[in-house]
Protein backbone atom coordinates (compact mmCIF):
# COMPACT_ATOMS: atom_id res chain seq x y z
CA UNK A 1 0.00 0.00 0.00
CA UNK A 2 1.19 3.21 -0.60
CA UNK A 3 0.14 5.57 1.53
CA UNK A 4 0.45 10.06 1.51
CA UNK A 5 0.61 11.42 5.06
CA UNK A 6 -0.72 14.94 5.87
CA UNK A 7 -0.15 16.28 8.66
CA UNK A 8 -1.75 19.32 10.52
CA UNK A 9 -4.15 21.00 12.67
CA UNK A 10 -7.57 21.03 10.72
CA UNK A 11 -8.72 23.72 12.11
CA UNK A 12 -11.19 22.80 10.67
CA UNK A 13 -10.65 20.35 7.51
CA UNK A 14 -12.34 21.80 4.81
CA UNK A 15 -12.83 20.95 0.48
CA UNK A 16 -9.49 22.49 0.03
CA UNK A 17 -7.55 19.60 2.25
CA UNK A 18 -9.58 16.93 0.49
CA UNK A 19 -9.11 18.42 -2.86
CA UNK A 20 -5.35 18.66 -2.50
CA UNK A 21 -5.03 15.25 -1.13
CA UNK A 22 -6.85 13.73 -4.00
CA UNK A 23 -4.66 15.54 -6.61
CA UNK A 24 -1.81 13.86 -4.79
CA UNK A 25 -2.92 10.56 -4.85
CA UNK A 26 -3.49 10.65 -8.79
CA UNK A 27 -0.12 12.26 -9.21
CA UNK A 28 1.77 9.72 -7.11
CA UNK A 29 -0.24 6.70 -7.41
CA UNK A 30 -1.12 6.38 -4.28
CA UNK A 31 -3.68 4.12 -3.01
CA UNK A 32 -4.66 6.43 -0.24
CA UNK A 33 -4.41 9.45 2.05
CA UNK A 34 -4.17 9.39 6.03
CA UNK A 35 -4.59 12.71 7.42
CA UNK A 36 -2.52 12.68 10.55
CA UNK A 37 -5.09 15.35 13.20
CA UNK A 38 -2.13 17.28 15.07
CA UNK A 39 -3.14 17.35 18.97
CA UNK A 40 -1.16 20.44 18.64
CA UNK A 41 1.89 22.20 16.30
CA UNK A 42 4.64 23.49 18.71
CA UNK A 43 4.92 26.35 15.83
CA UNK A 44 1.41 27.17 16.07
CA UNK A 45 -0.31 29.33 18.85
CA UNK A 46 -2.56 27.37 21.12
CA UNK A 47 -5.21 30.49 20.88
CA UNK A 48 -8.09 29.31 18.88
CA UNK A 49 -7.24 26.02 18.74
CA UNK A 50 -10.68 23.12 18.81
CA UNK A 51 -11.09 20.33 20.40
CA UNK A 52 -8.97 17.29 19.19
CA UNK A 53 -12.26 15.66 18.71
CA UNK A 54 -13.86 18.57 16.72
CA UNK A 55 -11.28 18.81 14.70
CA UNK A 56 -11.19 14.33 14.00
CA UNK A 57 -14.79 14.98 13.02
CA UNK A 58 -14.66 18.08 10.81
CA UNK A 59 -11.47 15.90 9.01
CA UNK A 60 -14.29 12.65 8.93
CA UNK A 61 -17.00 14.83 7.40
CA UNK A 62 -14.93 15.94 4.78
CA UNK A 63 -13.16 12.95 3.77
CA UNK A 64 -16.63 10.85 3.36
CA UNK A 65 -16.64 8.77 0.10
CA UNK A 66 -12.60 9.22 -0.45
CA UNK A 67 -9.61 7.40 0.23
CA UNK A 68 -8.46 9.31 2.90
CA UNK A 69 -8.32 8.47 6.52
CA UNK A 70 -8.48 11.10 9.54
CA UNK A 71 -6.67 9.91 12.45
CA UNK A 72 -5.03 11.26 16.02
CA UNK A 73 -2.42 8.62 15.99
CA UNK A 74 0.02 11.60 17.00
CA UNK A 75 -1.71 11.47 20.17
CA UNK A 76 -1.64 8.05 20.59
CA UNK A 77 1.62 7.87 20.44
CA UNK A 78 2.10 10.61 22.53
CA UNK A 79 4.82 11.72 20.55
CA UNK A 80 5.38 16.07 19.98
CA UNK A 81 7.33 16.02 16.64
CA UNK A 82 6.75 15.09 13.33
CA UNK A 83 10.11 13.28 13.20
CA UNK A 84 8.93 11.29 16.11
CA UNK A 85 5.60 10.15 14.91
CA UNK A 86 7.04 9.51 11.24
CA UNK A 87 9.40 7.22 12.96
CA UNK A 88 6.85 5.35 14.72
CA UNK A 89 4.24 5.19 12.05
CA UNK A 90 6.99 3.61 9.30
CA UNK A 91 8.08 1.23 11.87
CA UNK A 92 4.53 0.51 12.82
CA UNK A 93 3.36 -0.35 9.38
CA UNK A 94 6.44 -1.85 7.87
CA UNK A 95 4.62 -3.26 4.86
CA UNK A 96 3.15 0.59 3.21
CA UNK A 97 5.03 2.50 1.41
CA UNK A 98 5.01 6.27 2.62
CA UNK A 99 5.40 9.70 1.16
CA UNK A 100 5.09 12.99 3.67
CA UNK A 101 2.38 15.37 1.81
CA UNK A 102 2.82 19.58 2.61
CA UNK A 103 2.24 22.40 0.90
CA UNK A 104 5.22 25.16 -0.08
CA UNK A 105 4.34 27.29 2.59
CA UNK A 106 5.32 24.35 5.08
CA UNK A 107 8.87 24.12 2.78
CA UNK A 108 9.69 28.03 3.50
CA UNK A 109 10.10 26.91 7.20
CA UNK A 110 10.66 23.37 6.99
CA UNK A 111 14.19 23.98 8.12
CA UNK A 112 12.34 25.27 11.76
CA UNK A 113 11.04 21.77 12.15
CA UNK A 114 12.82 19.74 14.86
CA UNK A 115 15.26 17.28 12.83
CA UNK A 116 13.88 18.42 9.45
CA UNK A 117 16.59 16.33 7.63
CA UNK A 118 15.77 13.08 9.86
CA UNK A 119 12.28 13.40 8.13
CA UNK A 120 13.51 13.70 4.50
CA UNK A 121 15.59 10.83 5.04
CA UNK A 122 12.38 8.80 6.80
CA UNK A 123 10.49 8.59 3.49
CA UNK A 124 10.37 10.71 0.18
CA UNK A 125 8.43 14.32 0.62
CA UNK A 126 5.86 15.73 -1.57
CA UNK A 127 5.55 19.74 -1.92
CA UNK A 128 2.51 21.17 -3.47
CA UNK A 129 2.29 24.75 -4.49
CA UNK A 130 0.63 27.17 -2.57
CA UNK A 131 -0.13 30.71 -3.76
CA UNK A 132 1.87 33.32 -2.51
CA UNK A 133 4.85 30.81 -1.14
CA UNK A 134 6.98 29.39 -4.11
CA UNK A 135 9.44 32.29 -3.87
CA UNK A 136 10.20 31.57 0.29
CA UNK A 137 10.27 27.90 -0.74
CA UNK A 138 12.53 28.00 -3.17
CA UNK A 139 15.41 29.97 -1.08
CA UNK A 140 14.35 28.65 1.84
CA UNK A 141 17.03 26.23 3.56
CA UNK A 142 16.02 23.10 3.23
CA UNK A 143 15.04 23.63 -0.34
CA UNK A 144 19.14 24.32 -0.50
CA UNK A 145 19.61 20.99 0.62
CA UNK A 146 16.82 19.34 -0.90
CA UNK A 147 17.14 20.69 -4.53
CA UNK A 148 19.93 17.74 -5.26
CA UNK A 149 17.06 15.34 -4.44
CA UNK A 150 14.67 16.18 -6.82
CA UNK A 151 12.51 13.79 -8.67
CA UNK A 152 9.39 14.30 -11.68
CA UNK A 153 6.01 13.28 -10.32
CA UNK A 154 5.64 11.24 -13.14
CA UNK A 155 8.60 9.28 -13.12
CA UNK A 156 8.34 8.68 -8.92
CA UNK A 157 4.73 7.55 -9.81
CA UNK A 158 6.26 4.64 -11.83
CA UNK A 159 9.26 4.06 -9.74
CA UNK A 160 8.78 0.24 -8.28
CA UNK A 161 10.31 0.94 -4.90
CA UNK A 162 10.59 4.47 -3.11
CA UNK A 163 13.75 5.87 -1.58
CA UNK A 164 14.67 8.57 0.75
CA UNK A 165 15.42 11.61 0.90
CA UNK A 166 13.44 12.51 -2.45
CA UNK A 167 11.82 15.20 -3.51
CA UNK A 168 8.37 15.83 -5.68
CA UNK A 169 7.31 19.36 -6.34
CA UNK A 170 3.86 19.60 -7.97
CA UNK A 171 1.77 22.38 -9.47
CA UNK A 172 -1.63 22.60 -8.29
CA UNK A 173 -4.47 24.88 -8.89
CA UNK A 174 -4.96 27.49 -6.33
CA UNK A 175 -7.43 26.85 -3.91
CA UNK A 176 -9.21 30.00 -2.25
CA UNK A 177 -10.34 28.01 1.07
CA UNK A 178 -8.43 28.11 4.48
CA UNK A 179 -9.15 27.00 7.90
CA UNK A 180 -8.24 30.45 8.69
CA UNK A 181 -10.87 32.25 6.20
CA UNK A 182 -13.31 29.72 7.93
CA UNK A 183 -12.87 30.76 11.44
CA UNK A 184 -12.91 34.27 11.19
CA UNK A 185 -16.40 33.57 9.63
CA UNK A 186 -17.62 31.24 11.92
CA UNK A 187 -15.62 31.78 14.86
CA UNK A 188 -17.97 29.09 16.76
CA UNK A 189 -17.81 26.50 14.19
CA UNK A 190 -16.72 23.74 16.57
CA UNK A 191 -19.40 23.92 18.53
CA UNK A 192 -21.67 21.50 16.93
CA UNK A 193 -18.95 18.95 17.78
CA UNK A 194 -18.92 19.82 21.48
CA UNK A 195 -19.35 16.87 23.34
CA UNK A 196 -19.05 14.67 20.79
CA UNK A 197 -16.39 11.55 20.89
CA UNK A 198 -15.18 10.04 18.11
CA UNK A 199 -13.35 7.10 17.37
CA UNK A 200 -9.85 6.66 15.50
CA UNK A 201 -9.88 4.42 12.66
CA UNK A 202 -6.68 3.81 12.34
CA UNK A 203 -5.45 3.47 16.97
CA UNK A 204 -9.24 2.47 17.70
CA UNK A 205 -8.93 4.87 20.44
CA UNK A 206 -12.05 6.82 21.09
CA UNK A 207 -11.01 10.67 21.19
CA UNK A 208 -12.84 12.66 24.00
CA UNK A 209 -15.50 15.72 22.91
CA UNK A 210 -14.10 17.61 26.09
CA UNK A 211 -11.25 19.86 27.03
CA UNK A 212 -9.10 21.29 23.90
CA UNK A 213 -5.81 20.28 22.10
Known sequence: MRTG???????????????????????LGLDEVWWLVSPGNPLKPKAGMAPL???LLSAREQARG???????????FGTRYTHETLDRIVRRYPKR???????????AQF?????????????????????????????????????????????????????????????????????????RDNPDWSQRYRDKAVRDRLTFRNISGEGTA
Open 5 to 27: LLGGSFNPAHGGHRRISLFAKHA
Open 53 to 55: SAR
Open 66 to 76: APIVPTAIEAH
Open 97 to 107: EFVWLMGSDNL
Open 111 to 183: HRWKNWRDIARTMPIAVIERPGYSRDAMTSPAMAWLRQHKVPAARFRKRGQWSAPALVLMRFDPDPRSATAIR
